[in-house]
């Protein structure tokens, strides 16, 4: 598995590439791209570290598993690259911009945009098989990413984190509430949306008056 991680990143997660665990879910990954289509592409399979680099971040928005169709998956979490059709969560999410701050639905959905403006879009695990949600979960990612939430955390202030459904507000734990901001609302899927537990949630419009509290430069969104 090709580790292509920003530099920035390198001195507070080298220490995790050297562990046992890291090293078989390095065998699973090679092992499962050589056997499975998969994705995303493995060569995007750290795109989030790449576009957002560790000194950047002042957001963190946190998804589950990647989209697991064809050309979806590019390594930022709810992203699917240009000229693919947006899958319902992201319509959603786009939604409720155009709701919060009036920014009008997007041609693509492609938020590498939001990357490059210091959002870490980070999936809990970073790698599926086609067709098969959640197949590379349990496997050791979940273990990597929730050392660089609490990296982040014990390393950073001021970082606005965005837990979205029952399974990213489980990562509180991992984050310093004294020191960090915490938005939490349902999941944008249609089955959270629908019930009324997304819309409405004002985290576009929240986070860049807390970014502007401690004089960083709003996320346009």
């Known amino acids: 598995m090709n580790v292509n991680i920003h530099e920035s990143w390198k001195f507070y997660l080298q220490s995790e590439f050297d562990k046992p665990y890291f090293d078989s879910l390095a065998n699973f990954v090679i092992e499962e ?10 060569n995007q399979i750290f795109n ?12 963190v928005i946190i998804g589950q598993d990647p989209y697991h169709d064809l050309g979806q998956a590019h390594g930022l979490c709810f992203s699917v690259n240009d000229d693919i059709k947006h899958p ?3 319509k959603n999410i786009f ?12 041609k693509s959905g492609n938020l590498s945009r939001w990357a490059n403006q210091g959002v870490l879009l980070l999936n809990a695990t970073l790698t599926v098989r086609a067709h098969l949600a ?5 496997k050791g990612w979940e273990t990597f990413t929730d050392t660089v939430i609490k990296t982040i955390s014990d ?3 001021n970082v606005v984190f965005m837990l979205w459904g029952s399974y990213a507000k489980q990562k509180i734990k991992l984050i310093d509430a004294k020191k960090h901001y915490v938005l939490q609302s349902g999941h944008p899927s249609p089955l959270s949306a629908n019930r009324g537990l997304w819309f409405g949630n004002k985290h576009f419009s929240k986070t860049n008056f807390l970014l502007e509290q401690v004089f960083e430069k709003p ?3």
């Open 95 to 106: 939604k409720e911009i155009e709701q919060d701050v009036g920014v009008p639905y997007p």
């Open 48 to 59: 989030a570290f790449e576009h957002c680099h560790f000194h950047d971040v002042k957001v």
């Open 219 to 221: 996320v346009n969104w």
């Open 134 to 138: 959640g197949s590379h979960q349990g």
């Open 33 to 42: 791209y050589s056997k499975h289509e998969c994705f995303p592409p493995d």
């Open 88 to 90: 319902p969560s992201l």
């Open 155 to 157: 390393n950073k202030k």
